[in-house]
Structures are given as structure tokens and as C-alpha cells.
């Protein structure tokens, strides 16, 4: 289903430049397309050695593995190691949302995009043809995107993505329809953009509820673009202050309980390619009044739950140690 979305505003342009926030003039969307899945992980995935600052690769047992052989071949193989244009990470949920966090990955032109949702125990299923998001309006390349970042841009709180074009390919807007699968609405969001697209912030720079986006470009003429989200729904916006040195509580995850559906947002910092969004968590809440309960679980392990929280305000929520 798709939801009946505001439409967004330009409002800044480093220059007039010719195609600044106009319409891509490109050529018709090809249609989803299949590709390659990779062999079901059989053996359960290594135990990380314990103890502070020790790694171990996790890559082929979680299911990330993307190189030579696993899509469409290229005339040169290495190109597609070389390509990828930036990751995602976010819960976007599937069926629900279940509070883990899944990845979107743009590959230059190197393949469809691929979404990772996470199964849990850091196992992950390549869905991106089933979930509507392998898709491109090239017209000149195959997918020529880069810095995708998870955001909700329609305020009706399930996350969907955004995904500068490049070359003079036009953006795309994945909206989210609530079931884990997702509907290109760039045109209907005002959002179709057709820039050398480098580095998104997502912030409601504005104050009013909404996520508003700058976009940078990697053109002389045409620095930035900023986008203002028209959108006219409630919301809930969250900002965590907690204990020295991590005064902006990195790595906290805020769940949000509205009419029974839960909602995930982690404080993250580094968020997208190249920029980040702000550490304050916006929730919005559609036609709902409020939030019926607020679960903070911080970094160290404590819980803040708040509830009944009333729509369109700010809340400011510090460690309970603080
Ligand atoms: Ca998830
Ligand atoms: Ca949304
Ligand atoms: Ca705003
Ligand atoms: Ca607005």
C-alpha cells in the first residue's frame, strides 16, 4: 500500500545551477530484477573471543559476502570489489519490526542494491528484489546510486530509504509500506533529484517534526541541496544525555511503543557516507497522540521506561546516573 506522502521543498542551492531539485529527464525504470542469493549459512557462526578490543570476521558466516561470483559477472571482476557506494544501517522491519538492525548496500555500478535483513545471531538474508529495493531508473548505467541513508521521511515512523543518484541519475526513495517491503516514490515525495549526489544528512533542521535532508553534491556549481519535508504529521522527538565521556549515549537503542507496533532507533554516530545524522531520534507518530511507552536501554546496560508521552515535544532524557 502506498501512504498518501507530503510532498518536500527546496529551499537552498548553493547556485541556480540547471537541474538543482527539477526533474531527472531520464530514461523509464527498469523493473526489479533478481540476483543472486548466497548458499544458505549451515554452521552456526564462530564464538568472538572475549575480552575488550578483539575482533574475529564474521563476514561469510553472517551472510555478507558479495564479491566475484555471487552476482552477474563483470567484464572486469575486480571492479566489483572496488564499487560499493555506501551503507545503510537501520531496522526497517519485516513483518514487524523485530529490533534488529538490517543493511541496505549501493554498488556503484556494480550490481542491483542489496538489503540484508537480519535474522537474528548475526545471520543475515539478502531480500533487496523481494523487498522492492533492487531497482534502478538508469538510463545510461546499471545502478548509478551512492550514500543511502534509512530515514522516515513520510512520519508515519517505519524507516525508509534514500538513495542519491549519480551521473545525473536520479534519486531514489524507497517508502517504506509498513511490511517490509517498499515502494519508489521520489516523484510522489518531491524528491526526485537528479545531482552528483554525495553525502545525506537527515535531521529536522527546522524544528517542526519532520525530517528534513540536506544532500551534498560533487559539483562545482551546486554544493548542496536542502529539502524541506512538508509533511504534516505528530511526532516525538527524543535527546539522550549520558554519562561522561558518552554524553550523547552512542550505541543506546530507543524503542518506541505506538498502538502496539514497536519502533528502533540506535544512536549511532558516522551514520551515512560521508555525514551523519544528528544523535536526537525523531519519532513520528502519524495520526497518533502520543507514545504509549518509551524504552531507553543505554550503552551500560540500564533502562529508562517512560509512559504515555504526549506528542510534538521534545524530550530530553538523561542516564539515571547522570
Ligand atoms: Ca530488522
Ligand atoms: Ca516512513
Ligand atoms: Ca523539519
Ligand atoms: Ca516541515
Redesign the pocket.
Known amino acids: 500500500m502506498t501512504v498518501p506522502f507530503s510532498k518536500f521543498a527546496v529551499v537552498g542551492c548553493a547556485a541556480a545551477a540547471a537541474g538543482c531539485g527539477g526533474k531527472s529527464g531520464n530514461g523509464p525504470a527498469n523493473p526489479p530484477e533478481s540476483v543472486g542469493t548466497p548458499p544458505p549459512v549451515t554452521t552456526p557462526p564462530p564464538t568472538p573471543p572475549a575480552g575488550p578490543g578483539t575482533f574475529v570476521n564474521m563476514t561469510d558466516a553472517s551472510g555478507i559476502s558479495f564479491t566475484v561470483g555471487f552476482l552477474q559477472p563483470l567484464p572486469n571482476p575486480e571492479l566489483e570489489m572496488i564499487l560499493p557506494s555506501g551503507a545503510a544501517a537501520g531496522d526497517y522491519g519485516y513483518d514487524d519490526d523485530d529490533g534488529d538492525i538490517d543493511l541496505l548496500i549501493v554498488r556503484g555500478d556494480g550490481g542491483p542494491n542489496l538489503l540484508y535483513r537480519n535474522t537474528g545471531n548475526l545471520v543475515f538474508e539478502e531480500v533487496a528484489a523481494e523487498a522492492g529495493v533492487a531497482f534502478t531508473k538508469s538510463a545510461v548505467a546499471n545502478y548509478r546510486h551512492s550514500s543511502p541513508a534509512f530515514a522516515d521521511l513520510d512520519g508515519d515512523d517505519d524507516l525508509d530509504l534514500l538513495l542519491p543518484g549519480l551521473d545525473g541519475d536520479p534519486s531514489l526513495v524507497f517508502a517504506s509500506n509498513g511490511d517490509g517491503t517498499f515502494t519508489e516514490s521520489a516523484e510522489e515525495l518531491g524528491l526526485d533529484d537528479a545531482e552528483q549526489g554525495r553525502g545525506i544528512v537527515c535531521a529536522d533542521f527546522?524544528n517542526?517534526g519532520?525530517t528534513?535532508i540536506l544532500q551534498l553534491h560533487m559539483h562545482a556549481d551546486n554544493a548542496a541541496t536542502l529539502w524541506?519535508?512538508?509533511?504534516t504529521n505528530n511526532w516525538l522527538s527524543v535527546r539522550l544525555r549520558g554519562d561522561a565521556p558518552n554524553t550523547q549515549a552512542v550505541g543506546a537503542r530507543i524503542v518506541a511503543t505506538i498502538a502496539g507496533e514497536d519502533y528502533l532507533r540506535e544512536v549511532t554516530l558516522g551514520s551515512n557516507f560521508a555525514s551523519h545524522n544528528p544523535t536526537d531520534q525523531l519519532f513520528g507518530l502519524g495520526a497518533m497522540t502520543q507514545v504509549d511507552t518509551l524504552t531507553v536501554e543505554w550503552p551500560d546496560g540500564e533502562r529508562t521506561v517512560m509512559q504515555a508521552l504526549a506528542a510534538n515535544r521534545e524530550l530530553v532524557i538523561d542516564h539515571p546516573q547522570r
Open positions: 527546522d517542526d519532520d528534513d524541506m519535508n512538508q509533511a
